[in-house]
């Protein structure tokens, strides 16, 4: 598997406030994946980014993969009460068909 | 979309007695499964990838005679905790690949007294 930096580790957000969660890799890495977990639950699949520079939305939420492919991102605008959860990246190797997580990142709104 | 089926959802289990934990792939075919631990207020740490017809492969420090995987079909895998004790306290949690990318069951929160 493969590791990465998850910052930052919490995110204390004003409702209607944007943020930023990002991820870090010292190796280049193949494809990167989002999950989000809300307290209690199980992680659920939110985004694959594979090419160098790629860019995704959903409504609110903005992926970004980095042009070496060794960073990511996850952009949050207008942050709702909704989106408290803790955001993991997890990168897949494809030589052993592995998914790693990063630390996550934990977010609370507040109200 | 492809759905996982983690049961039991939670389990008390009493210090030394063994516990099992089913991981199903309902409308999918899993040759592979993956086996996740998680501590309170942490990430998730994979401890061993199950093989449909083979033996599992751990990863390092994972004991794979406490923590037995059996894959015995393509949509079964079951973790079993041998002899728990409350260090092994956690939420376990189990996943497949398919089409869909990479789907996680519910998990199981396992408490040893």
């Known amino acids: 598997g493969q590791q990465v930096m998850q910052i930052p580790q919490y995110q204390h957000v004003q409702e209607g406030e944007d943020f930023t969660t990002y991820c870090n890799s010292s190796?280049?890495?193949?494809?990167i994946q989002w999950y989000k977990q809300r307290p209690g639950g199980h992680p659920v699949f939110l985004i694959q980014?594979?090419?160098?520079?790629e860019v995704k939305k959903q409504k609110r939420l903005t992926f970004q993969f980095g042009e070496a492919k060794k960073n990511s991102s996850l952009h949050i605008t207008a942050t709702q009460t909704t989106d408290v959860g803790t955001y993991f990246c997890a990168p897949y190797d494809p030589n052993d068909y592995k998914l790693s997580f990063g630390a996550g990142t934990t977010v609370t709104v507040r109200a | 979309g492809a759905v996982v089926s983690q049961h039991p959802s939670r389990v008390i289990c009493k210090s030394g007695t063994s516990v099992k934990i089913e991981c199903r792939s309902l409308?999918?075919?899993?040759?592979?499964m993956f086996w996740y631990r998680q501590f309170p207020k942490k990430s998730l740490m994979l401890m061993a990838t199950s093989n449909e017809g083979s033996k599992a492969t751990y990863e390092q420090g994972v004991e794979k005679d406490k923590f037995l995987i059996n894959h015995a079909s393509l949509t079964l895998s079951t973790l079993t905790v041998t002899s728990a004790h409350p260090e092994d306290s956690s939420f376990y949690i189990c996943?497949?690949?398919?089409?869909?990318?990479?789907?996680f069951g519910s998990g199981t929160r396992l408490t040893v007294v």
């Open positions: 190796t280049t890495l193949s494809n």
């Open positions: 980014l594979v090419k160098s520079g």
């Open positions: 409308d999918f075919q899993a040759t592979t």
């Open positions: 996943s497949a690949s398919s089409i869909y990318g990479y789907t």
